[in-house]
T-cell receptor, first 114, second 113 residues
Framework: AQSVTQLDSHVSVSEGTPVLLRCNYS??????LFWYVQHPNKGLQLLLK??????LVKGINGFEAEFKKSETSFHLTKPSAHMSDAAEYFC????????????FGTGTRLQVTL | NAGVTQTPKFQVLKTGQSMTLQCAQD?????MYWYRQDPGMGLRLIYY???????DKGEVPNGYNVSRLNKREFSLRLESAAPSQTSVYFC????????????FGEGSWLTVV
């Protein structure tokens, strides 16, 4: 069994300030973890993924995430928010040995203000 | 690059009507998926097809049927639409290896009145 908990349903930051979106996971196997972003009325785009290589993963648009097994966390960060980062972000876990079935978190809506 | 293409993008149905959502991918992936997205619930898997010729139920299969027509195409059918099926539907594809990226279509907005 696997599950994902996104600890904040809504995060608001000012442009130019750091972003932190929190994610905890539970998995019976060595997990693969993803962050996807969804802009309004659009599909989902992969930001980054962790697949048991380096624990600090760099993604697109300046985002990165750190896999911490001891804390079962995979938080998403960005040093400086941009207005274009305003979107919904989903933390996702995929267990090994399956047809890549994903379990999604409920999402965090990021608001970026001037 | 087309990636995953799904049609229609918007549809309004009356309760009891039927319809089929079409999905095609041009990445030669073996696995395809249908998800629904509802407010506050993330995406939930309806059905998936690990490879051509196979289909399996996901988390919320009731009220839906699927057909894996060939390697490229995977359709989702609502036989008798209900208001509870009002949702945004996403088709996706990948190679069936854990950790492989899953690619999503742009979504289909379905309203059942």
């Amino acid at each position: 069994a696997q599950s994902v908990t996104q600890l904040d349903s809504h995060v608001s930051v000012s442009e130019g300030t750091p972003v932190l979106l929190r994610c905890n996971y539970s998995s019976s196997y060595s997990p693969s973890l993803f962050w996807y972003v969804q802009h309004p009325n659009k599909g989902l785009q992969l930001l980054l993924k962790y697949t048991s290589a380096a624990t600090l993963v760099k993604g697109i648009n300046g985002f990165e995430a750190e896999f911490k097994k001891s804390e079962t966390s995979f938080h998403l960060t960005k040093p400086s928010a941009h207005m274009s980062d305003a979107a919904e972000y989903f933390c996702v876990v995929s267990s090994t040995g399956t047809a890549s079935k994903l379990t999604f978190g409920t999402g965090t809506r990021l608001q970026v203000t001037l | 690059n087309a990636g995953v293409t799904q049609t229609p993008k918007f549809q309004v149905l009356k309760t009891g009507q039927s319809m089929t959502l079409q999905c095609a991918q041009d990445m030669n992936h073996n696995s395809m998926y249908w998800y629904r997205q509802d407010p506050g619930m993330g995406l939930r898997l309806i059905y998936y097809s690990a490879s051509e010729g196979t289909t399996d139920k996901g988390e919320v299969p009731n009220g839906y049927n699927v057909s894996r027509l060939n390697k490229r195409e995977f359709s989702l059918r609502l036989e008798s639409a209900a208001p509870s099926q009002t949702s945004v539907y996403f088709c996706a594809s990948s190679e069936p290896v854990a950790g492989n990226t899953i690619y999503f279509g742009e979504g289909s907005w379905l309203t059942v009145v």
